[in-house]
């Protein structure tokens, strides 16, 4: 990419969105030009790369930014094996391998936190720093609705039912301050 490319919006950059295979899953990803400091950036849940849509200018103009999908989340291909933090942390190993990422900032929120912290005490000194927080961070958990109606609810098989697409609408419908893009929608 140009240096031009890096004051356009995530949307502009990720109107065809990027695959990679790592670990024989296919990983959706968008990535930033090489700059002088590299940060993995691990999407949250509901959203995908495009929760970074509102700061990707910014952090492209001064670093070498990839953000993914974790494996069964946004658009990437789901992985029985890695969903459990301490699996999740070794991919993220393996995936900032595979962008050549040797000693990356993580930004991990929500569902990336846990993975983002099994990966750092696995690993010691891979990553220069974490950022990590939200979700299931704080204990006791600390839930608003409908998210803590969903996490202490003592049979999920109506949420099964219901399927995923109502869901993340309903969960689209909290953001108070940030309006989705078309293409993050």
């Known amino acids: 990419?140009?240096?031009?490319?890096?004051?356009?919006?995530?949307?502009?950059?990720?109107?065809?969105?990027?695959?990679?295979?790592?670990?024989?899953?296919?990983?959706?990803?968008?990535?930033?030009?090489?700059?002088?400091?590299?940060?993995?950036?691990?999407?949250?849940?509901?959203?995908?790369?495009?929760?970074?849509?509102?700061?990707?200018?910014?952090?492209?103009?001064?670093?070498?930014?990839?953000?993914?999908?974790?494996?069964?989340?946004?658009?990437?291909?789901?992985?029985?094996?890695?969903?459990?933090?301490?699996?999740m942390g070794d991919f993220l190993v393996r995936a900032a391998d595979a962008f050549g990422l040797e000693?990356?900032?993580?930004?991990?929120?929500?569902?990336?936190?846990?993975a983002a912290l099994f990966a750092a005490a696995g690993h010691p000194g891979r990553f220069l720093s974490l950022v990590v927080g939200t979700g299931g961070a704080a204990v006791p958990i600390q839930l608003g609705d409908p998210l803590r109606e969903w996490v202490c609810a003592s049979d999920v098989e109506p949420y099964r039912r219901l399927g995923g697409r109502p869901i993340v609408e309903r969960t689209i419908q909290t953001?108070?301050?940030?309006?989705?893009s078309d293409a993050a929608r």
């Open 1 to 87: 990419m140009s240096t031009d490319r890096r004051n356009e919006s995530l949307t502009e950059i990720a109107l065809t969105p990027t695959f990679r295979t790592i670990d024989g899953l296919s990983i959706r990803f968008v990535e930033s030009d090489p700059g002088p400091t590299d940060a993995l950036l691990l999407s949250r849940w509901p959203e995908s790369v495009f929760a970074f849509e509102p700061t990707w200018s910014r952090l492209a103009a001064t670093t070498h930014v990839v953000a993914i999908d974790l494996p069964g989340f946004g658009r990437s291909e789901s992985g029985e094996a890695l969903m459990s933090p301490h699996a």
């Open 175 to 180: 953001l108070e301050r940030y309006r989705l």
């Open 103 to 114: 000693h990356p900032h993580i930004v991990g929120p929500d569902v990336g936190m846990a």
